[in-house]
């Protein structure tokens, strides 16, 4: 079992962790266990879960899957069902699916009665790297990605690596986004690992494992992002803003997708302001470019997304902020750039 210990709880890692998981439920003796799924791991995940539950019982909640349905209406749906449902705060949520179900359950579940139990169970890449680790919550608001949310921790984060094989490969390939983040971030055997390695040859158990391994270090070292953790704010400034921008149109993208644009954008920008190394850059852009199909992002227009840029929970007294790298592994964070060199790395972007 690999466990990946925090202040607060356990992160365990491992294709059985029935021994820990069943001990944990049988210490607290809960008043009701609810499990939140959507249409997709309720048909590709609750059986596991089942299992691991045994004899003990269990109301299943289910909500449409997506970025659209993370919302307050959702909640309310959750808070609704838990009152329905006579609830009380003893009751414990099981976040079941990707961080749409673990950032708005573990919301809903903060916040009912002043805030129950739950435990977090990702079931996609981009979940069990980056969302089930660190104790943001939140949903969208006005269109505006999080903004509505609070940082509060689950009583423990069991991650089961396989789960990722009920994954489209578009789902697949979006949380390896953060993979790519956390490698030019400091995690450097995973850097090592996925320059060197094609995609399709991955051992993902490893890289899953060092992914959370250094995520939890540096949540550790500033839980609520007031310095050190806004390093993983590396390619959102950029990647955010497309994000939220594509999702009013046709052909929404998924967070990962529009991350790797804002990870060789920022990497550009890193360059030509912080002397990041020209050959990192073009490992980063050859290992993306390999990957992810180029997006023509025309479509959303500069202005309209510096103006998206510019309503960023990230930023202070209306200026934009960015995470940069110094070199592989130095990141520096609250840095000020010019609309202009917003705008060359798009063309930097658009023409490699
Ligand atoms: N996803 C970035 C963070 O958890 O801080």
Redesign the pocket.
């Known amino acids: 079992m690999n466990t990946i210990y925090t202040n607060t709880y356990n992160i365990y890692i491992d294709d059985d962790f029935s021994t820990p998981f069943q001990a944990l439920l049988s210490t607290k003796n809960y008043s009701g266990i609810f499990v939140l799924v959507d249409d997709n791991t309720k048909e590709h995940c609750l059986p596991l879960l089942e299992k691991l539950l045994g004899n003990f019982e269990k109301t299943i909640i289910t909500i449409r899957p997506g970025e659209e349905n993370k919302t307050l209406e959702t909640c309310d749906y959750i808070w609704s069902f838990f009152i329905d449902n006579k609830t009380d705060r003893h009751a414990l949520l099981i976040n079941l699916g990707g961080g749409v179900i673990g950032d708005m359950g573990g919301f809903s579940a903060a916040t009912y009665k002043r805030g129950i139990d739950f435990l977090q169970m990702p079931t996609t890449l981009l979940a069990q790297v980056?969302?089930s680790v660190?104790g943001?919550l939140g949903v969208n608001f006005q269109g505006i990605k999080n903004s509505i949310g609070i940082f509060h921790d689950p009583i423990a984060v069991f991650v089961y690596p396989d789960f990722i094989k009920t994954l489209e490969e578009r789902e697949l390939k979006s949380g390896f986004a953060e993979v790519i983040k956390h490698g030019l971030l400091g995690a450097d055997s995973t850097w090592k690992i996925i320059t060197k390695t094609d995609f399709k040859n991955l051992n993902f158990n490893s890289i899953i494992f060092d992914s959370i391994q250094y995520k939890n270090k540096i949540?550790q070292e500033d839980p609520r992002?007031s310095g050190k953790?806004k390093v993983?704010?590396l390619g959102h400034t950029i990647g955010h803003a497309l994000e939220s921008l594509s999702h009013k149109t046709d052909t929404p993208m998924l967070h990962g997708e529009a991350i790797v644009i804002g990870l060789v954008c920022e990497g550009f920008i890193s360059y030509r302001l912080l002397d990041f190394k020209k050959e990192d850059l073009d490992i980063l852009c050859n290992l993306i470019f390999n990957i992810y199909k180029k997006e023509d992002l025309s479509k959303y227009g500069t202005e309209n997304l510096l103006k998206k840029m510019g309503q960023d929970k990230k930023n202070r007294e209306q200026k934009i902020n960015f995470t940069l790298l110094r070199e592989l592994g130095q990141p520096v964070w609250d840095q000020e750039v010019t609309v202009e060199l917003i705008e060359e790395s798009l063309v930097f972007y658009k023409n490699y």
């Open positions: 980056d969302a660190g943001k949540v992002e953790r993983l704010n």
